[in-house]
């Protein structure tokens, strides 16, 4: 029998043991840890789909007040925000304008004119004078004539054409006397041309006044100041405050899905919130450039205030506004919030906390207002959903509440 070295079972123990322990940790530190999550409840309840966009408030109907004929214009004094009571406020006074200032040449011609006219109107009276003249001799001659035709001394037609040489006279007279008229006012004509503005800029004629034509506000003056003016040229413009509308513009995607008499709510113009109602989806869409430079096709939306007499004040024309008005509503709708969705091979899924564990939960959902979806199929009332699944998040991987 053979004699050898003893065999030390103890040293196999112990490497035995440090090995376990080393596998052990191994598998503790590889094993997968729990998840944190926020999670969600799907429930059933009331939901509604907004078109979101920004307006501004107007005034429903703006009188534009323009000046009736050319004139100067008298400084006006009322101002933006005063109250007008329908024709007895003056708004605005145009005289007539100043006549326009000569140039040493136009001024002699019409100094040349003028003195014409005034010779023209010597010949015109002398004319006046020689046939009154010859009226005179003729009357005379007549009177002779019919007392020679009582003593048969001339003949009847003789008579005769005594009276018709007064009647001619007579009717010479009257033609010189219309022309003298005439060449008066031509040479009234030509004095005017001469006319030059006074000192006080006032020439002693009547002045048009403008006066409101509606109770209601100046909304703004767009011509305050004195000045020369054509017809036509706007001054300013008139509303009536209380009767206030919104305009606001909306992609015609979004506006096909309006309907007139839809529930509005507008807000964040600096104040309480305050309801609306459509009443007209305009027609006509036009292009707009959007603040990234990109053209939309883009259509109006006209509010109206469901309670015109209660609004504040403090609302006036031209306020910016934001609104969202309603294009569908349902009571009993089961909705999930849409930070739990995500997209799966083209459709929409979410990661249900199913005791403890996820699991992928494919989902066919309706409308979508930006907060919640409407499910269709694929969740219960009642489940847990992941909000903000993140990419550590698969199918039966181990979940855990987020401490809040």
Request: some cysteine.
């Amino acid at each position: 029998m053979a004699h050898g070295r003893p065999v030390s079972f103890g040293r196999y123990i112990f490497w035995g043991v440090i090995s376990a322990l080393v596998a052990a940790f191994l598998a503790w530190a590889f094993v997968p840890s729990a998840v944190p999550v926020d999670v969600s409840s799907v429930e059933v309840g009331p939901m509604t789909v907004r078109v979101e966009g920004e307006g501004q408030t107007r005034v429903k109907d703006i009188y534009a007040i323009s000046a009736p004929v050319g004139g100067r214009l008298m400084r006006i004094e009322t101002e933006a925000g005063d109250r007008v009571v329908a024709g007895q406020t003056r708004l605005a006074v145009i005289e007539p304008a100043d006549p326009t200032i000569l140039d040493s040449r136009t001024r002699a011609e019409a100094e040349a004119t003028a003195q014409a006219a005034e010779e023209t109107l010597a010949l015109a009276s002398a004319d006046v004078e020689r046939a009154r003249a010859e009226l005179g001799f003729a009357r005379a001659e007549l009177y002779r004539a019919r007392k020679l035709s009582q003593n048969g001394t001339i003949s009847k037609r003789a008579l005769d054409m005594a009276e018709l040489e007064v009647a001619t006279r007579a009717a010479e007279v009257k033609s010189a006397e219309a022309t003298r008229k005439v060449r008066e006012h031509e040479l009234q004509t030509a004095r005017a041309r001469l006319l030059t503005p006074t000192a006080d800029g006032t020439d002693g004629q009547c002045c048009v006044a403008i006066t409101a034509p509606i109770d209601g506000q100046v909304l703004r003056v767009l011509h305050e100041s004195a000045g020369v003016v054509s017809a036509g040229e706007a001054l300013m413009e008139l509303g009536d405050p209380r009767h206030l509308e919104v305009v606001v513009d909306v992609l015609t995607s979004d506006a096909a899905r309006i309907r007139e008499g839809a529930a509005v709510a507008i807000e964040n113009w600096g104040g309480a919130a305050l309801n609306g109602v459509v009443r007209r989806v305009e027609p006509f869409g036009y292009t707009k450039i959007s603040v990234l430079g990109i053209e939309e096709q883009r259509i109006d939306v006209i509010i109206d205030f469901t309670d015109p007499a209660s609004l504040p004040a403090s609302l006036g024309h031209g306020f910016r506004v934001e609104v969202g008005i309603e294009a569908w509503r349902g009571d009993s709708i089961l909705k999930a919030p849409m930070s739990a969705l995500f997209r799966v091979e083209g459709g929409w899924g979410v990661y249900v906390m199913d005791e403890g564990k996820a699991r992928l939960a494919r989902l066919e959902v309706g409308h979508m207002n930006g907060r919640e979806a409407q499910v269709l199929s694929g969740l219960r009332s009642g489940d847990e959903v992941v909000l903000h699944p993140s990419d550590r998040i698969a199918d039966q991987v181990s979940l855990t509440r987020r401490e809040k």
